[in-house]
């Protein structure tokens, strides 16, 4: 199969045979996609059983609704054969379910960077109480910092580098600077799609505790009180007892976050995959192939429902208890060992070729009626992608960038900007401008820019306390 899809691919591209490999492609694209999605489903499944009945993630209740409503789907399709259209009114319930899951991440997103925007705040005044031990002074730290940042010969690692230290360098950045390298670090997107941009947007507003919908009314409100505390307290002057209290409040909360976000991630997860299962199920020619997962998906489906399921029927002995269920279908990955890395590789290889497929064979693709597939390819993609939740919905390739469109833009961002930092405290505006300025592409133009940034930012720091934090916190990273 792996040389099938590698010779479909080269024959494509060369434009042989154009007529015969498309549907060739797309049949064997999604065969490939179901086979890997029904591996990584029996996998994550399993898991997801774990986390559910062993107590692991205790916000398992809160997520119990979607979690249901997955698991009806995964009976309705393993268990009563829908047809073609049945699978794919399933796809679309599936489609729906993703949305709802991507719009409490979203909430999720814009409440943990608040909580990172006030744990760099209180991390900065924790060494007012607290020792001190000795680190170097600012012109030696300062060489220390930049060699780190330059220690690698790839480039990339050097932006991360930089970034990294923007974040954690006291902050003694001029507004009026800020803002300027904020409109240059929108005016980068001239040219790139739309989707580009409104993403940089996305992220640079929830990086900034600008980001609000409708959804932040609807879900996680247990979390706003305590944002709202953290909003009044006085920074400057906050005494060692008030600073212990909200510490805890933090760590506390910054818990429960990544706890919630790990099980919608999970559920993310299986959903992708279902939905790919549902989709492409009808080009699967050997329904056998992938039997031994399918079994394993069908019993945790029965386990979650607390069903009967004749897939325990094949074991050897009697199976009666959950513990021997489970013990049984652990016992099935051994027989699929090693199948998930080779799809993989398959999978890559057919997934690479997609955009440019669809883009040279446009005319070709809508002669034979294949529009639908490549649409459904195109999802596939960006699910099995490295983002969970990347965003479905279809771009005009043709909507770029003006330069109107990016000028707009920055200035919208920076008026939101003006207006947040009003009546703002000091530290809670340096905070902000930090945790954005990390986020944004790298202003230096060269390595003495970056020294001399560095230099500045120690030495226009008459706060020991915020000093020392961050050149802790550095330290740590570079050693």
């Known amino acids: ?49 774990e986390t559910v009945t062993e107590g692991i993630n205790p916000y398992i209740d809160s997520a119990k609704e979607t979690a249901d409503a997955f698991h009806d789907i995964v009976a309705a399709f393993f268990e009563k054969k829908p047809s073609d259209s049945g699978k794919k009114e399933l796809a679309e319930s599936l489609l729906k379910l993703r949305q709802e899951v991507v719009d409490r991440m979203q909430v999720l997103t814009a409440y943990v960077d608040c909580f990172v925007i006030y744990e760099y705040i209180l991390n900065r005044v924790q060494y007012r109480f607290e020792d001190q031990e000795f680190l170097p002074e600012d012109s030696v730290f300062a060489q220390e910092l930049v060699n780190f940042i330059f220690s690698s010969q790839d480039q990339a690692t050097i932006s991360d580098n930089i970034r990294f230290a923007l974040g954690q360098l006291p902050m003694r950045m001029a507004r009026s600077r800020y803002f300027e390298l904020l409109k240059d670090s929108i005016s980068v997107y001239k040219g790139s799609d739309v989707s580009s941009l409104e993403g940089y ?183 099995t992608s490295n983002s969970t939740f990347a965003d479905l919905s279809e771009q005009t390739l043709e909507e770029k960038v003006s330069a109107q469109m990016a000028e707009e833009a920055a200035d919208r961002l920076i008026a939101e900007c003006k207006e947040f930092f009003k009546g703002k405290s000091r530290m809670l505006r340096r905070a902000v401008m930090a945790n954005t300025l990390e986020k ?5 133009t060269s390595a003495q820019e970056v020294a001399d940034y560095v230099m500045n930012a120690l030495t226009l720091c008459d706060d020991a306390a915020e000093k020392y934090a961050a050149k802790q916190l550095l330290s740590e990273i570079m050693h």
């Open 201 to 383: 947007l996305y992220m640079f507003r929830t990086s900034a505790m600008l980001y609000h919908d409708d959804n932040m009314e609807k879900y996680f409100q247990e979390f706003v009180p305590v944002l709202e505390e953290l909003a009044s307290l006085d920074y400057e002057t906050i005494d060692e007892k008030t600073y212990q209290i909200y510490a805890e409040k933090i760590r506390v909360n910054a818990s429960k976050l990544n706890d919630v976000s790990d099980l919608y991630m999970q559920l993310g997860k299986l959903i992708n995959d279902m939905y790919i299962i549902c989709a492409a199920d009808k080009y699967v020619q050997n329904q056998d192939e992938m039997k031994i997962a399918e079994n394993v998906i069908r019993g945790i489906n029965a386990l979650f429902q607390n069903r009967e399921c004749d897939v325990f029927e094949q074991s050897e002995s009697p199976l009666t208890t959950e513990e021997e269920k489970l013990y049984w279908m652990g016992e099935q990955f051994v027989e699929v060992e090693g199948k998930q890395e080779s799809l993989y590789d398959r999978l890559n290889m057919a997934g690479a070729a997609l955009e440019e497929i669809e883009e040279s064979q446009k005319e070709e693709i809508a002669k034979l009626s294949l529009n639908g597939a490549f649409r459904i390819l195109k999802k596939m993609f960006l699910m």
């Open 440 to 444: 944004m592409p790298v202003f230096f």
């Open 1 to 49: 199969m792996s040389s099938k899809i590698r010779e479909c691919v080269k024959d494509l591209e060369k434009n042989q045979n154009v007529e015969i490999l498309l549907p060739e492609y797309v049949s064997q694209y999604m065969e490939i996609s179901e086979s890997y999605a029904k591996m990584n489903l029996m996998m994550e499944y399993y898991m997801f059983y």
